[in-house]
C-alpha cells in the first residue's frame, strides 16, 4: 500500500480493542515523551561526574531536549499535514531508536547534548502526529475522547515511575542504560503505528508549499520563549539574558504573524487559529500549562525550603498530583458522556483556576490545603489535557490535524515555561539572599511565603484571563452550531 492513497479511507474502528495495534504504538510515543526526561533527570548528578560536566552543562543536556523538540513542532506538523502523519511519524521514531542507541557510545557531555538536540527532532516529529493519529482513527467523538485519554495515561504512568525506575536501575547498571530503554519503545511504536494505522489518504492531506520563512520565524519566537524562564530563574529578573531573550521572542511572534497573515500559502493560517472552537481548546490548553508548571515549581521549593521536609518527604507530597493525574484518566470519558465536550472543557479548565487560588491564598496554612490545590489543578489538566485537544482538533480541516496537535503542544510548553518565569521572578523580586541558602531568618521565611502568595495569585489571575477567554469563545462556537443548519451536527471551519 502507498503512503497516500486516493481510494476511500479504511472503515472506521467502533471501539478500542479494533484499533489496539495502533494504540499500543501511539501509547509508546506518549510513554517515550513522558520516560525520557524524568528518568534522565534522577541520572544527572552521576552524569556530571563521570562525564566531569558543569551545572551550565548539565542544564543543557535536558535543556537542549526541551527546546528544540517546541521549536520544531510546529514546523513538523506542516510537513506531516503536507508529506504524510504516518510517513513522518515512523521517520521520527527511526531518528528516535537509532539517537538513543548512540548513546552507549557517549563519552562527553557535548556528545550527550547533540545525542538530546537529536531527540528533540525526534520528538517534534512524533509527539504531534501521535495525537493528530489517535484522532483521525475513528469517527465518533466518544471514541476519540477515549483514544486520546488511554495514550496519555500511558505516558503519565511513565512520568509517574520514571524516577523510581531511574533509580532502581542506576544501583546495578551505567546511566547509559537509562536512555538505551528508548530503543525497544521506539521498536514498539514503529511496530504499532506501521501495521494498525492505515496509509494517508490523499484527501486527508493538502498540496500547500511548506512556509519555511514561516518555520523559521516561530522556531526564532519559541526558541528564546523557552530558553527565557531559564535564564529569569538562574540569572535573576535584573540581568539583561531574561530579558534580552523576552524582546527577541516577542520581536519573532510578531514578524510571524505579518508573515502568516501575508503569505499566500502561510505554515499556520490565523483564520483557522481564530475558530471559536480552536482558539478556547488552546487557551483552556495554555491555562493548564501554566498552572501545572508553576505550581509544581512553588510547591517543590516550599516544602523542602520552608517546611524543611527532606526531598523524599516532599515526593510524597506531590503524590495526591501523581495520583489523580494517572488514575483520574478512568473519570474523563464518564464526565464527557455526562456534560459534553464543551462543559467538560470548561468544568476542568475552572477547576485549575479554583486549585491555584486555593494554593495562592491558603496554602500558608497548612499542607492540607497544598493538597487540595494539587489535586484540583491536576483533575482539571487531566480533563483539559483531553479534552481541550480534541476539540481544537474538531475545529480544523481534516488537512490540518497534525498542525493543530502541535500547536497545541506548543501552547502547553511555552505557558509551562512563563509559569515558571512568573514564579521565579516574583521569589527573586521578594527573596532577600539565596533562596537555597540553609537557616532563614524570620524576615526570609516572611518573604518567601509572601512570594509564595503573590506568585500563586498572580498565576491564577493569568488563568482565570486565559480560561474566561476560553470560555467566551466556546460560547461562540457553540451559537455557531446553533446557528448552521440542522442536519450539520459539527459545523466545518472556515
Not at 495502533?22 to 541520572?43: K, W
Not at 487557551?283 to 508548571?293: C, H, M, N, R, V
Not at 483531553?386 to 497534525?402: F, H, Y
Not at 497545541?408 to 510548553?413: F, N, S
Amino acid at each position: 500500500m502507498s503512503e497516500e492513497t486516493a481510494g476511500r479511507s479504511p472503515r472506521s474502528p467502533r471501539s478500542l480493542r479494533e484499533a489496539w495495534v495502533a494504540l499500543a504504538g501511539l501509547s509508546a510515543v506518549f510513554l517515550f515523551e513522558m520516560l525520557d526526561n524524568s528518568v534522565l533527570n534522577v541520572a544527572l548528578p552521576t552524569i556530571g561526574r563521570e562525564l566531569h560536566a558543569s551545572t551550565t552543562a548539565l542544564q543543557w543536556a535536558t535543556g537542549a531536549y526541551a527546546v528544540v523538540f517546541g521549536g520544531l513542532m510546529l514546523a513538523f506538523g506542516a510537513v506531516a499535514d503536507r508529506f504524510g502523519r504516518r510517513r513522518i511519524m515512523l521517520v521520527g521514531l527511526l531518528l528516535l531508536g537509532v539517537a538513543s542507541s548512540a548513546t552507549a557510545f557517549v563519552s562527553t557531555v557535548e556528545q550527550l547534548i547533540a545525542v538530546r538536540v537529536v531527540l528533540g527532532v525526534a520528538a517534534a516529529m512524533t509527539t504531534p502526529g501521535a495525537m493528530a493519529l489517535a484522532f483521525r482513527l475513528f469517527d465518533d467523538d466518544g471514541l476519540r475522547v477515549r483514544a486520546t485519554t488511554l495514550i496519555t495515561t500511558v505516558g503519565l504512568v511513565g512520568l509517574a515511575i520514571g524516577p523510581t525506575v531511574g533509580g532502581f536501575v542506576l544501583a546495578f547498571a551505567p546511566w547509559q542504560a537509562l536512555l538505551l530503554v528508548n530503543v525497544p519503545i521506539a521498536v514498539l511504536a514503529i511496530i504499532g503505528v506501521r501495521f494498525g494505522v492505515a496509509a494517508d489518504t490523499a484527501a486527508d492531506l493538502h498540496r500547500d508549499p511548506v512556509d519555511v520563512a514561516g518555520a523559521v520565524l516561530v522556531a526564532a519566537a519559541i526558541v528564546p520563549a523557552l530558553v527565557a524562564p531559564t535564564l529569569f530563574v538562574d540569572e535573576g529578573a535584573g540581568s539583561w539574558a531574561p530579558w534580552a531573550a523576552t524582546t527577541v521572542a516577542v520581536v519573532g511572534a510578531v514578524l510571524f504573524v505579518l508573515r502568516e497573515r501575508s503569505a499566500r500559502h502561510p505554515l499556520l493560517d490565523l483564520a483557522l487559529v481564530a475558530h471559536p472552537l480552536v482558539s478556547s481548546g488552546l487557551a483552556f490548553k495554555a491555562a493548564a500549562g501554566l498552572a501545572t508548571a508553576g505550581l509544581g515549581y512553588l510547591v517543590t521549593l516550599q516544602l523542602q525550603l520552608d517546611r524543611g521536609w527532606t526531598p523524599g518527604l516532599a515526593a510524597v507530597g506531590m503524590l495526591p498530583q501523581v495520583v489523580v493525574l494517572v488514575a483520574g484518566g478512568a473519570f474523563v470519558g464518564p464526565l464527557v458522556r455526562r456534560a459534553g465536550l464543551d462543559r467538560a472543557a470548561r468544568l476542568g479548565a475552572a477547576a485549575v483556576v479554583l486549585g491555584l487560588a486555593v494554593y495562592g491564598l491558603l496554602s500558608r496554612f497548612g499542607y492540607g490545603w497544598i493538597a487540595i490545590a494539587l489535586v484540583l489543578v491536576a483533575a482539571g489538566m487531566r480533563v483539559v489535557g483531553v479534552v481541550a485537544g480534541v476539540n481544537v482538533l474538531r475545529g480544523l480541516p481534516k488537512d490540518r490535524t497534525t498542525i493543530g496537535a502541535a500547536l497545541v503542544d506548543t501552547a502547553t510548553e511555552v505557558t509551562s515555561g512563563a509559569g515558571i518565569a512568573v514564579t521565579g521572578t516574583v521569589l527573586a523580586a521578594l527573596f532577600t539572599g539565596t533562596v537555597a541558602t540553609p537557616d532563614w531568618t524570620a524576615q526570609q521565611t516572611a518573604e518567601f511565603r509572601g512570594a509564595v502568595t503573590i506568585a500563586g495569585l498572580a498565576l491564577t489571575a493569568v488563568a482565570a484571563a486565559l480560561v474566561g477567554w476560553g470560555i467566551a469563545r466556546a460560547r461562540r462556537a457553540a451559537d455557531d452550531r446553533v446557528a448552521a443548519p440542522a442536519a450539520e451536527a459539527v459545523p466545518e471551519p472556515v
